[in-house]
């Protein structure tokens, strides 16, 4: 997708084929919504949407899973060339009452340019009114926590921490699937026509947590990254010959790659294993880039070596 904060490294990092002269910036690798869709590549479902796995072979494909009405995630890259806008998504309890959906999510960093940072919560406590002023006054980044992060580092984002990823950043972003952002400051930043881009104060004013102060980033369990229930994370060296079977070609290694997962149960050596033959025995292709299987989401991590 297009966005003026992308760049051209999906293409450079991860082999997509982009078109000529654009800026993207989100890749949605694992989609179920109305206006995005996967689609199976090969085998015997080859062609069919996400959403229809998983309204036509929900517990066949991904076992005994709570009831929604869609895919309960959405699975993005981000390549952020610049700094986006300061936000903030929705918690559970006010995304009705806002008109939204609620948002949680995770960021794994990839890749990371020397110097690249987060911006997460706040600095110290502060309070709505003073934020308000902060914002009136174009001194925001004052009262946000930076944090500089490097190449396998992690952040949990629940609803409501107030955050923007700086430019620099190749993250792999698990989220809950939903849409709704509330931009509320934007760097002071103008386009070429002097223009500032669209923000919704009001909104984020209410979803804001003004006392998240200090959030920290995740400190991993073993392969656990986090345990959450909507879902649960890992991160998985791989051996080599695995790993290359399910690189893209261009991207193929002879070196250990890293795998994602959000299932809630997988652990030890003899879960990996299964879990390939699961994603053969439910016809796809245990090959491809990108699975689904089994409430499991598996996808290499295609950082250069
Ligand atoms: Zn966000």
């Known amino acids: 997708m297009e966005r003026m904060w992308g760049g051209r490294r999906l293409d450079s990092e991860f082999g997509k084929k ?15 919504r109305l206006e995005a869709q996967s689609v199976v590549a090969n085998r015997p479902l080859k062609g069919k949407t996400l959403h229809e ?50 948002k949680t999510e995770f960021w794994y960093v990839g890749a990371a340019d020397p110097g ?3 911006f997460l919560g706040f600095r110290e406590l502060i309070t709505r009114e003073q934020f308000k002023r902060a914002l009136d006054k174009g001194t925001v980044e004052d009262w946000v926590q930076k944090i500089r992060v490097k190449a396998g580092e992690a ?16 993250l792999v972003e698990i989220q809950q699937n939903s849409d709704t952002t509330y931009r509320v400051f934007d760097w002071n930043r103008v386009d070429a026509t002097g223009k500032a881009r669209q ?22 369990n073993g392969e656990v990254l986090i345990k959450h229930e909507l879902f649960e ?23 250990p790659r890293r795998i994602l997962s959000n299932s809630s149960s997988v652990a030890g050596s003899e879960s990996r294993a299964s879990q390939k033959s699961n994603i053969a025995a439910a016809g796809y292709d245990p090959d491809a880039v990108t699975a689904v299987c089994d409430r499991r989401i598996i996808f290499p991590n295609l950082r250069r070596p």
Do not use: Y
């Not at 982009?18 to 179920?32: H, M, Q, Y």
């Open 116 to 118: 690249a940072e987060l």
């Open 233 to 255: 994370i890992q991160k998985w060296n791989l051996d080599s010959s695995l790993s290359n079977r399910l690189a893209p070609v261009r991207q193929r290694r002879s070196c």
């Open 18 to 32: 982009l078109p000529p002269n654009t800026r993207i910036g989100e890749s949605w690798e694992i989609v179920d």
């Open 53 to 102: 796995l998983w309204t036509q072979n929900r517990h066949d494909i991904f076992g005994d899973v709570p009831e929604t009405p869609r895919f309960p995630l959405l699975i993005k890259l981000l390549d952020a060339q610049e700094r986006l806008s300061l936000q903030v998504h929705p918690p559970e309890e006010l995304a009705a009452k806002l008109g939204g959906e609620p």
């Open 199 to 220: 923000l919704h104060v009001d909104q984020a004013l209410q979803c804001i947590d003004f006392t998240d102060v200090g959030p920290h980033l995740i400190e991993p």
């Open 155 to 170: 952040m949990f984002l629940p609803g409501g921490r107030l955050h923007a990823v700086g430019g620099g950043n190749l």
